[in-house]
Nanobody, 115 residues
Framework: QVQLVESGGGLVQPGGSLRLSCAAS????????MGWYRQAPGKPRELVAT???????NYADSVKGRFTISRDNAKNTVYLQMNSLKPEDTAVYYC?????????WGQGTQVTVSS
């Protein structure tokens, strides 16, 4: 069973930056679309960004131009660079691996944007 472990969350002021990391226990990037989702209190989990096996990326409108998803195949790690953070970005961020017959989740990492 593949494990996904997120890190990099924390408290940041509005306008600041954070980089989240998601380490997979083995290389799955050639067979899974990788993504980041987030869930704020009282709200459903929502898509933030994805990167396909071919390297194509997709972003939620709310984060376009501010967030960047990338991956390092040699390190089995996916990143989410978050810039110009806003209070409404506060949520638990989850790493996701998705394909037609399987969906995997990490445990989540808290991001809090507050002054």
């Amino acid at each position: 069973q593949v494990q996904l472990v997120e890190s990099g969350g924390g408290l940041v002021q509005p306008g600041g930056s954070l980089r989240l990391s998601c380490a997979a226990s083995r290389n799955i990037f050639s067979i899974y679309t990788m993504g980041w989702y987030r869930q704020a209190p009282g709200k459903p989990r929502e898509l933030v960004a994805t990167i396909t096996t071919g390297g194509s990326t997709n972003y939620a409108d709310s984060v376009k131009g501010r967030f960047t998803i990338s991956r390092d195949n040699a390190k089995n790690t996916v990143y989410l660079q978050m810039n110009s953070l806003k209070p409404e970005d506060t949520a638990v961020y989850y790493c996701n691996a998705d394909r037609w017959d399987s969906r995997l989740w990490g445990q989540g990492t808290q991001v809090t944007v507050s002054s």
